[in-house]
């Protein structure tokens, strides 16, 4: 079937220490996505990419890093420039149409311990 | 730019009554799409329902029914006979209609505790 993945579902890290996030999508999608969620809190988006090789800055970018080298990976780095990384973190994947809604993978918690 | 208002935070029921979450929407196109997302505890955003501008028919789907009037830009999302399992985030969402990019902006999202 196809979907999303989301790789760890949980993940802890040390203050000061850089982590990834995997999303693998194999949907064939072109876009792919990635929000914060913070608790009681809405979706912010941190990063999105149209294309392979190319990606834009979300509202919430500072601290976040991502790469897009193949159409089904869009990984995210926490650096630890990212002073409160400690959060829900969705992937999401869509073609490029607005009629189009996005799919969602399962999350990843982040918590720095 | 487009922008989703969904001003109930929290909404908490008991078992079996109606409830109904709101949405309201501001969009300078006249082609645009509506959508209800369901986060559960679990984490994952579900799809439940997507809605064209140009389609204003009430739609109901066994005890969910949505109501879009584009007077009052609302696309409001009711429950009827709530259960447990209807606890949940939700999510109201606008997509303007693009070529070649989907920019989709999400509401803050309704918390809904319905309690047995």
């Known amino acids: 079937d196809g979907g999303i993945t989301q790789s760890p579902k949980y993940l802890f890290r040390k203050e000061g220490q850089n982590v990834t996030l995997s999303c693998e999508q194999n949907l064939n999608h072109d876009a792919m996505y990635w929000y914060r969620q913070d608790p009681g809190q809405g979706l912010r988006l941190i990063y999105y990419?149209?294309?392979?090789?190319?990606?834009q800055k979300g509202d919430i970018a500072e601290g976040y890093s991502v790469s897009r080298e193949k159409k089904e990976s869009f990984p995210l780095t926490v650096t630890s420039a990212q002073k409160n990384p400690t959060a829900f973190y969705l992937c999401a994947s869509s073609i490029l149409r607005g009629d189009y809604g996005y799919t969602f993978g399962s999350g990843t918690r982040l918590t720095v311990v | 730019a487009q922008k989703v208002t969904q001003a109930q935070t929290e909404i908490s029921v008991v078992e079996k009554e109606d409830v109904t979450l709101d949405c309201v929407y501001e969009?300078?196109?006249?082609?645009?799409?509506l959508f209800w997302y369901k986060q559960p505890p679990s984490g994952e955003l579900v799809f439940l329902i997507r809605r064209n501008s140009f389609d204003e028919q009430n739609e109901i789907s066994g005890r969910y029914s949505w109501n879009f009037q584009k007077s009052t830009s609302s696309f409001n999302f009711t429950i009827t006979a709530s259960q447990v399992v209807d606890s949940a985030v939700y999510f109201c969402?606008?997509?303007?209609?693009?070529?070649?990019?989907?920019?989709?902006?999400f509401g803050a999202g309704t918390r809904l505790t319905v309690k047995p």
């Open positions: 969402a606008l997509s303007e209609a693009r070529w070649n990019n989907n920019d989709m902006r």
């Open positions: 990419s149209q294309i392979v090789n190319d990606f």
């Open positions: 969009t300078r196109d006249t082609t645009y799409y």
